[in-house]
């Protein structure tokens, strides 16, 4: 399957879920209970956040040994933490706890996810050839 194969089915593949999903969230979210009680919100959280560690510890492995999926798992890396922060201030509902969230997405999260698209986008210019002569 040649690369331009490749690209087109994806560009066609990833078009039509992202229409198709724009009816689902109108949907959900005019459907949807503002209140929901939950069980294992505790193994939501730890899960999340250890998927979140992995990322980190799979983008400082790739960096390390110049694996040329670097860029991928940069990439991966500042989407979970932009995802993070999303959810951390949208799901406080008391103010101190709320602005608690805000300052870390602000002061930690957010940044952090800026450098990891950095990463991504300037490792991926690069191309793998350059991941190994670094």
Same mark, same amino acid.
């Given at each position: ?7 087109? %089915?994806? &560009?066609?593949? /990833?078009?039509?879920?992202? $229409? +198709? ?5 109108? @949907?959900?979210? =005019? ?19 250890? %998927?979140? &560690?992995?990322? /980190?510890?799979?983008?400082? $492995? +790739? ?5 040329? @999926?670097?860029? =991928? ?24 706890? /709320? ?36």
């Amino acid at each position: 399957m040649s690369l331009n194969t490749v690209r087109r %089915a994806a &560009a066609v593949l /990833f078009g039509a879920a992202g $229409l +198709a999903l724009l009816p689902w969230t109108w @949907w959900i979210s =005019a459907s949807l209970p503002t209140h929901h009680h939950t069980r294992h919100w505790d193994l939501a959280w730890g899960g999340f956040d250890s %998927a979140l &560690a992995l990322s /980190f510890l799979l983008t400082a $492995l +790739a960096a390390w040994h110049r694996h040329p @999926w670097l860029p =991928a798992a940069a990439a991966a890396t500042g989407a979970l933490l932009v995802c993070d922060a999303w959810f951390d201030i949208i799901l406080e509902n008391r103010s101190s706890d /709320f602005e608690i969230a805000v300052i870390e997405a602000v002061a930690a999260e957010l940044p952090a996810a800026i450098v990891c698209f950095a990463v991504a986008y300037v490792t991926s210019r690069a191309g793998p050839q350059a991941l190994d002569q670094a």
